[in-house]
């Protein structure tokens, strides 16, 4: 007899619903979160039962329980999923009841598990990526301490003279220990972050689609391996466009009729692959290849909508750079599999 299991997923503690083939609730139990109070439920069910649970917040531990114990893990994309099975009642128990209907009626739709190392990878670079951010915010505090007193540099503060001339600065007693913590702090992070630059510069060299990336204008290295990490398996997407409705950068449509209205882009997918092909963007769109459609964008729509426009052009050279070293253009029927 074929059985299927939904998940409810939270912080602390997880919905897990079991059904049969019929559609009949064997069991609905919520545990703490953690292998043994979930395979108190499900433990008992055969190898390679389905398992179904959105992409929620803390998901990595339970697909790594799964895999480890034999189960099939499935990925849900929670708004498509909302949409297909909204109910007048909602609760924890009703939600994992839902997913697992809805894995036995093959209606789920289901979203990419990145393997563990793209996972590492991942949480690799977006931790580079938060402590430069950082680093950031503490320079801005210094500098808005300095703005206070009329005070600017502007070779900037941060070199060897300008440190010697931020200690020069008769400020009073607060302030300086702001500036000096302030500076104990982002020299903590150098550290760090230059660990993690080597790390990144070693990854860059080992994968040989970095070099093939870094080929567009305004791809590095740090930004090859983000859209590699984020993008994943290049062949999930049937076409360029269809990545670019995955990163969120194509444009909301609402048409009825012979009338469609284009909105904003949608947003979806990744943040992180939106953030740095903007990135991306503001050295690509001086590039000859990008330069003349931008300021004609520009002029029309404004910069942020010209840089946007820009970055989705990006991604699509990307996907062709990455589908053609793949060994030709993919064909996955599904496109866009949802956020992985």
Known sequence: MSVYVGIDVHRKRSQVAVINEGGEVLANRNVPNGAQPVLGVIGGLPPGTPVAFEAAFGWGWLVELLED???APHLVH???CKAIASARLKNDKVDAAILAQLLRADLLPEAWIAPPPVRQLRALLRHRAQLVRLRT???NRIHAVLADYGHDRPGGCWSGPGRAWLASLPLPAVSREVIDDDLALIDALQVRIDRL???VHQQARRDPRVKVLTQLPGVGPFTALVLLAEIGEVSRFGSAR?????????PNVRGSDRVAHYGHISKQGSAWLRWILCEAAQTAKRHPDFAASYQAMARRRGKKI?????ARKVLTRAYHLLAAASGGTPTSPEGSPGPG
């Open 69 to 71: 114990y034999g189960f």
């Open 78 to 80: 929670p708004l498509r």
């Open 137 to 139: 915010l503490l320079r």
């Open 197 to 199: 630059d080597w790390e």
């Open 242 to 250: 269809k990545l670019a409705s995955w990163a969120g950068l194509t």
């Open 306 to 310: 010209a840089t946007t426009a820009v």
